[in-house]
Structures are given as C-alpha cells and as structure tokens.
C-alpha cells in the first residue's frame, strides 16, 4: 500500500509540492516536542537544539558538497532567491547596475528583477529556444561592464529543461560576474553539486524536496559578497537573523541526506513512473505534443498540450482523480498561457490545453495506468463534445 498518499486521487504534481518523507518527519518531531530549546540559548535546551541546527547545515552541506558555513537556511525558495538578488544588488550597486536572468525563470526571481528595475537597475531577460534552453552565446552577448549577477534557474519548474549552468558559470566567473541559480526544481532529481556548478549563490525549496514548507536554503560561495537579509540578533552567520525553524532545518538536513543516498534510485524510478504515463498517453490520445528538452530534462517532469483543448477544462474533467497542473489560467475574458511556454514560442492551439504532470518517489505503477485511463478518456471526451 502507498503510506503516503490518503486520499483516492493519484498525485502527479510533485514539482508543485511533496509530502513530507515519514523519516523526515520522525527526525523532526523530537524538535516540536522534547528538543524545543532556541539554539542561542547556553543551556542545555539551546545546546542541544543549537546541534541540531549544526548537524542539518552539515547535511545540506554533504548533498551539495560544499562547506557547512556556506548553508544559510531562509523560509524557502522564495526568500532564498529575493536574498540572493537583492542582496547582491545592494552590495554590488556601486560596481553597476545591470542583471542578467532569463525570461522562463519562477516569479521568485523574476518579480524580484521587477523590482529592482523600479529602483534603477537594468535587467536583461534572456530568450530561450523551443526546448526551454537559454543559449549560452546570449549570455555571453549581455554581458556588459556593469554587469554585476546573473541568475539561470538549474531546472525550469513548469518543463523541467535543465539549464547550461556549469557553462554560463564559468563564463561569469570569467568576467568577474555573480552566478546564482534557482535549483529549486533539480534538487534531489539530478545532481546539483556546487564545485562542479560553479556557481556562487544557489537556491532550495525544502518543500520540493520530501521536507515541509517554510524552509529553504541559500548556499553562498564564502567569497561572494551579498549585503545581509534580516538586521537582528545575527543568526546564520549574521547574514540572516531570526531564530532558527529549528524543527523545519532538521527536517530538511534529513531530506537532503535521503536524497544524497537514494538520489539514483530516485532518478531512474521517477523517470520509468514519467514515460509509462507519456508512452501510454500517446497510444491512446492523438494531437499530443511534449513541452520541454527532450533529454536535457528532470527525469519526472512531463509538460503535455493536448492541441485545441483548453487546461482548465481537462482538469475540470480529471480533478477529482488526479492532480496535476495547468499550463494556461482560464479568465472570464480569456485564456492566459504560461510566460514559459510563452517563451519557447508554443502556439496558442497548442498551449492552451498544457498540462504539467510530475512525479515522485512515491509514484506508484498502478497510478500511473489509474492516470492513463482517466486522461485519455476525459481528453477524447473533450474533443468528441467539440466536434
Ligand atoms: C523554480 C522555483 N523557484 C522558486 C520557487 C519558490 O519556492 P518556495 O515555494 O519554497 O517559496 C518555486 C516554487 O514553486 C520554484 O518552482
């Protein structure tokens, strides 16, 4: 039986958020209950939570292969990208004023450019091929003299394309440029090891990744320069203060051990539960098309259109049996199609009826043929009540 999953419906929305591992969750536990001392305090309470905290950074630390102290835990993705953009922009202004980034990256990274944009900085928003893949001659064409940071998401969140980082790293650090990428999407799905990346500052979303929400991680190279999040008591190495989510950290310092040890297994079985669904999909559904690099792509990340159709619908269709996500937003006056799928130039017949289903370490057989069935039926339902 599937421990994980209590209701009917088969969850195929992993990349939206994961439940959280009953491992993580027995490592965590302790710290609501017994272990609930603030890790500043000297006493015992403290010390022993304050070990905690340590044991988690060294974790994150081991599944990304880089140093404890570069670890700084934040609330989650979200904050880990504001605090690396904005916290590159303020210490670097004086040297300029210009960010690179890319037009398919989550609004954690692109609603923050926004906003420096309104407090005087240039943002180049890269374009990517029909893959989803930023080319890696772009970026080398934006780079100026007052380039000070550019951001490239690891994996894209909606298709799953993996970018050229290690490329587009190395090339920063040519020019004497910040590299962050948002590796909220990759982490525990493909390796995301931060010597070989070379990158500077490097997001995690601890709810993408089988720990709860409302903790995250910014790694930041010990060289890189980035003005400090929250002005407090100077937790996390005085660049972001507040008192440690201790429960939360733990949780995620045993997710990141789970994904280290189990990260191939993990790969192959969410890869074999993701072309199960797209290969029985085809068989049985006509006018389909894939969105998304063909291998240069997470392996459980299977971005569907389903031409002339619109997502909503086909969800109002399957919503009580699966859940998945929609790659166009239904409004009364129209439909709106994904800024990704925008970008990589799908055509509107096509991206309107997108779906994004993901699956995950606890994606079973059974259902995957329960999604088959229920899909294709609703999909060839649509298009007979259309024709
Ligand atoms: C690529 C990417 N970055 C950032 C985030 C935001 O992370 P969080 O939900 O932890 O704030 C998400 C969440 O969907 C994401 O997919």
């Not at 670890?71 to 004086?94: D, P, Y």
Request: proline residues 3%.
């Amino acid at each position: 039986m599937n421990r994980y999953i209590t209701t009917k419906s088969v969850y195929l929305d992993y990349n939206a958020s994961t439940p959280v591992d009953p491992d993580v969750l027995d490592a965590m536990r302790p710290f609501f209950e017994k272990h609930f001392g603030n890790p500043s305090s000297t006493h015992r309470y403290g010390i022993i939570a304050k070990k905690a905290v340590e044991d988690a950074r060294s974790q994150v630390a081991s599944l990304l292969s880089c140093k404890s102290e570069e670890i700084i835990f934040t609330s989650g993705g979200t904050e880990a990208n504001n605090f690396a953009i904005k916290g590159v922009a303020r210490a670097l202004r004086h040297k300029g004023k210009h960010i690179i980034t890319s037009q398919i990256e989550h609004s954690a990274v692109l609603d923050v450019c926004g906003f420096l944009e309104k407090n005087g900085f240039e943002i180049t928003y890269l374009p990517v091929d029909k893959d989803g893949l930023v080319n890696v001659s772009d970026v080398k064409k934006a780079i100026r003299p007052d380039t000070i940071l550019i951001s490239i998401m690891h994996a894209n969140n909606e298709v799953g394309t993996i970018q050229p980082v290690k490329e587009i790293a190395a090339l920063a650090r040519e020019c004497g440029i910040v590299m962050h990428t948002d590796a909220a999407q990759s982490i525990g799905k493909i390796s995301a090891n931060v010597p070989e990346l070379g990158v500077d500052l490097l997001s995690i979303a601890g709810h993408k990744m089988y720990a709860p929400k409302g903790i995250g991680v910014l790694y930041v190279r010990k060289s890189a320069v980035l003005d400090r999040f929250h002005h407090g008591a100077g937790q996390e190495m005085g660049l972001r203060a507040g008192t440690e989510n201790v429960p939360g950290i733990v949780g995620l310092g045993q997710a990141c051990k789970i994904a280290k040890n189990s990260l191939e297994n993990n790969m192959k079985h969410m890869k074999k539960m993701r072309d199960m669904l797209y290969e029985g999909l085809k068989k049985r559904v006509e006018n389909i098309k894939l969105n998304g690099h063909a291998e240069k792509r997470v392996p459980n990340t299977l971005n569907l259109s389903f031409k002339g159709l619109i997502a909503n619908r086909i969800l109002d269709e399957i919503g009580l049996d699966i859940a998945a996500s929609p790659g166009a937003a239904c409004h009364s006056d129209g439909v709106d199609i994904s800024h990704v799928l925008k970008a990589m130039g799908v055509h509107g017949d096509w991206a309107k009826g997108t779906l994004r289903f993901s699956t995950g370490r606890m994606t079973t057989g059974d259902e995957i043929d329960k999604a088959i069935e229920v899909i294709s039926v609703a999909v060839n339902k649509e298009r007979n009540s259309q024709s």
